[in-house]
């Protein structure tokens, strides 16, 4: 099996949104609204990928997951209920979903490692994500791959579980 991790391309935006939709069916399934209707919709996906900071994970050349790699940072992480362990400049990663037919894999793993060599490419060497409480899956995929919890912090309006990497 090949992994790779790529630019999302505007011509991908249509199956990316269907990742994105398929992954909030699937929180919801599990219990739990992380993403509402609204949020993450198709524009911000648009958004992403025309900054250049949404990313694909293809296998064997298809697209198996998409997620956003921002290393701008992000606002909503300057205010946290706890404390970072890890240096600016950080890469943030949101809105990771995977195609339903490659869940169960091992991927996010995968996924997790490739997104810690393109950091290392960037000479960043912080990693920082946030997930609701109930999601259980996120939060068990992150301690799994190193990440550690730091404390809470608000975005899109509600509190979030804070963690970060230090690579």
Same mark, same amino acid.
């Given at each position: ?15 990316? #949104?269907?990742? +994105? ?9 599990? /219990? ?40 701008? /940072? ?14 600016? @400049?950080? &890469? ?6 995977? *195609? &339903? ?9 995968? #996924? ?9 490419? !960037?000479?960043? !060497?912080? +990693? ?5 409480? @109930?999601?259980? !899956? ?7 791959? /190193?990440? !550690?919890?730091?404390?809470? +912090? ?5 509190? =979030?579980?804070?963690? *970060? =990497?230090?690579?």
């Amino acid at each position: 099996m090949t992994y790779t991790l790529e630019l999302a391309q505007a011509q991908e935006l249509n199956v990316c #949104t269907g990742i +994105i939709d398929a992954g909030r069916a699937f929180q919801r399934e599990q /219990g739990f609204v992380q993403w509402t209707d609204d949020y993450p919709n198709r524009a911000v996906l648009q958004k992403d990928i025309e900054d250049q900071t949404g990313y694909v994970l293809k296998v064997n050349g298809q697209i198996a997951a998409y997620m956003c790699v921002d290393f701008r /940072g992000e606002p909503a992480y300057d205010d946290i209920d706890g404390a970072w362990q890890t240096a600016e @400049p950080y &890469a943030v990663v949101h809105r990771m979903a995977f *195609d &339903a037919a490659y869940r169960g894999q091992g991927l996010a793993d995968i #996924t997790f490692r490739l997104i810690e060599g393109l950091c290392l490419e !960037r000479g960043v !060497r912080s +990693i920082r994500v946030d997930t609701d409480f @109930p999601n259980k !899956r996120m939060q068990h995929v992150l301690a799994k791959n /190193g990440f !550690r919890q730091r404390g809470v +912090i608000v975005f899109q309006g509600s509190g =979030k579980l804070a963690y *970060d =990497k230090s690579l």
